[in-house]
C-alpha cells in the first residue's frame, strides 16, 4: 500500500472555505490510488487564542490543564475536515494524538514521542478510509493529554510517516517552500528546489518558521522525504532530502534571523571546575534549551558566563539561576532581550575557506556590531542588536546572492 502522509498548517484550515478546499486536495490525493493520512493543525490563530485565555486566567497556568486546553484546538479541525470530506462522499475518520495511537513522555508543554501503535491506523486505511489526525498532542503513559512545543503539528506528520514507512511527507502551508531568505521582507528572497536534512534543521533552529525543528531532525532519523509546498496551489515547493543525492551543495542555502531569543549573562562566576556543570546543569534539569555560550575571563579567578536562549525561557532561566548557591553568581544576573541572531546556512560552506569572514565584512560595512559568534560545520551565527536584525539580513542576502542562485 502506498501511503502518503500530509499535514495542514493553521492557515490552510483557518475558515470553513479553507477546510472543504483542504478536503478537496485530500480526495484528490486518495483517488490517486493512494492511502492517506492527514494530520491538521488548530484553525489560524486558535491557539494563540487558547494561550492568551489561560495567561487571562493565571500567569503560570498547571502544565497538564495547559495541555488539556491547547489540544482542544485541533481536536476541532479533525472533526471538521472529516466532515467536510464526508460531504464529498468519502470516507474519513478522525483521530486525536491518543486515538491515533502517539504515546509521548510527560514534559507538558514540551513532550517527545516516544513510540507509536499503529494498528488503528493501518485497520483504517485498509478499509479504504481516510485518516485524519489531531496534530501537536499525544497522551502520556498515565494517560494524560501532552503537546509537542509551538509548530508541533510538523513533528506529528514527520513521526507518523516514520512509523506508517510512507512514501512521503507532505508539508502544505501558506508559502511556496523554503527560501533563502524571509520573503516577506527580502524581495529578492528565491525559493529553494531542494535543501538536505541539515541545512533545514540549522534554518529551522534559527528561526525560519516552515518546519518545527523537532520534525526535520525526524526526518533525517528515519529518512523521510519532505515535500514542504503551498496548500493553496498546486505548485512543486521545496524538497528535504538526504545531502548525497542533492545536485549541488551551495555556499549558503539561507539566511535566517530569530529576534526570539535573550541573552542571560551570570556574573562574577568563581574560575574553578564544576561551576559550569552545575550552571547548565540547573538548566537542563529545568529543560531549558542553551544555545550560544561564551565565557570571558576577566578579574583574578572570576569569570562572567553569557549564554541566548528563548526569550519564552528567560524568566524562568533566571528563577532557576537564583536558586544556585549565592557564590556562584556573586556579581548577579542580567537579561538582554534586546538581540537578535542572524545566521547564515549552506552545507558547501565546509570546504570554503572565508565564508565566516565575508559574513562578518557584510556586517561590519552595514554597520552593525557582533555581541556574540557560533558556528557549526554548515553555520555561522552572529548575535547583534534585535533593531539591525533586517538591516542585517539584507545586507548578507546581498553579499551571498551569487551563492545563492
Ligand atoms: N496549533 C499548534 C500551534 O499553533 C501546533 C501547530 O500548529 O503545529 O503551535
Ligand atoms: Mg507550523
Redesign the pocket.
Known amino acids: 500500500m502506498r501511503i502518503i502522509v500530509q499535514k495542514y498548517?493553521?492557515s490552510s484550515v483557518a475558515t470553513v472555505k479553507r477546510i472543504q478546499r483542504v478536503a478537496k486536495r485530500i480526495v484528490e490525493l486518495k483517488d490517486q490510488n493512494t492511502a492517506v493520512v492527514v494530520v491538521v493543525?488548530?484553525m489560524g490563530k486558535?491557539?494563540?487564542k487558547l494561550v492568551a485565555k489561560a495567561h487571562s486566567i493565571t500567569e503560570q497556568p498547571k502544565v497538564r490543564e495547559y495541555d488539556m486546553l491547547?489540544a482542544t484546538?485541533?481536536q476541532v479541525s479533525i472533526a471538521l475536515v472529516t466532515m467536510a470530506i464526508d460531504a464529498l462522499g468519502c470516507e474519513a475518520v478522525s483521530l486525536t494524538g491518543a486515538q491515533a495511537g502517539i504515546i509521548t513522555d510527560n514534559v507538558h508543554g514540551k513532550a517527545t514521542i516516544s513510540e507509536i501503535h499503529t494498528e488503528r491506523i493501518m485497520k483504517l486505511l485498509n478499509e479504504g478510509k481516510i485518516v485524519i489526525v489531531a496534530?501537536?498532542q499525544g497522551v502520556n503513559l498515565e494517560d494524560d493529554i501532552t503537546?509537542?512545543?509551538?509548530?508541533?503539528?510538523?513533528t506529528?506528520a514527520v513521526a507518523l510517516a516514520a512509523a506508517l514507512k510512507a512514501e512521503l511527507c507532505e508539508i502544505l502551508t501558506d508559502v511556496d517552500g523554503v527560501y533563502s531568505a524571509d520573503p516577506n521582507k527580502i524581495d529578492s528572497a528565491r525559493k529553494l528546489d531542494e535543501i538536505s536534512y541539515d541545512e533545514m534543521l540549522e534554518l529551522a533552529s534559527l528561526g525560519a518558521k516552515v518546519l518545527?525543528p523537532r520534525s526535520v531532525e525526524l526526518a533525517k532519523e528515519y529518512g523521510v522525504d519532505l515535500h514542504v509546498r503551498s496548500s493553496f496551489n498546486m505548485r512543486e515547493g521545496t524538497i528535504v532530502k538526504e545531502e548525497e543525492t542533492l545536485e549541488k551543495k551551495r555556499i549558503v542555502s539561507g539566511i535566517a534571523s530569530d529576534p526570539k531569543i535573550a541573552k542571560v549573562s551570570v556574573l562574577g562566576v568563581p574560575d574553578r571546575p564544576g561551576i559550569a556543570a552545575t550552571i547548565f546543569g540547573a538548566l537542563a534539569e529545568a529543560h531549558i534549551n542553551v544555545d550560544i555560550i561564551v565565557q570571558n575571563v576577566n578579574r583574578e579567578g572570576i569569570n562572567d558566563i553569557s549564554f541566548t536562549i528563548s526569550r519564552d525561557d528567560a524568566d524562568h532561566a533566571v528563577a532557576t539561576l537564583k536558586k544556585l548557591p549565592q557564590d556562584m553568581c556573586a556579581g548577579g544576573v542580567v537579561v538582554d532581550d534586546k538581540i537578535a541572531k542572524v545566521s547564515i546556512v549552506g552545507a558547501g560552506m565546509i570546504s570554503r575557506p572565508g565564508v565566516a569572514a565575508g559574513m562578518f565584512r557584510a556586517l561590519a560595512d552595514e554597520g552593525i556590531n557582533i555581541d556574540m559568534i557560533s558556528t557549526s560545520e554548515i553555520r555561522v551565527s552572529c548575535i547583534i542588536a534585535r533593531n539591525r536584525a533586517d538591516d542585517a539580513v539584507s545586507a548578507l542576502h546581498r553579499a551571498f546572492e551569487s551563492d545563492l542562485a
Open positions: 498548517g493553521g493543525s488548530a486558535t491557539t494563540d491547547l484546538g485541533e496534530g501537536f503537546t509537542l512545543g509551538r509548530g508541533g503539528s510538523d506529528t518545527h
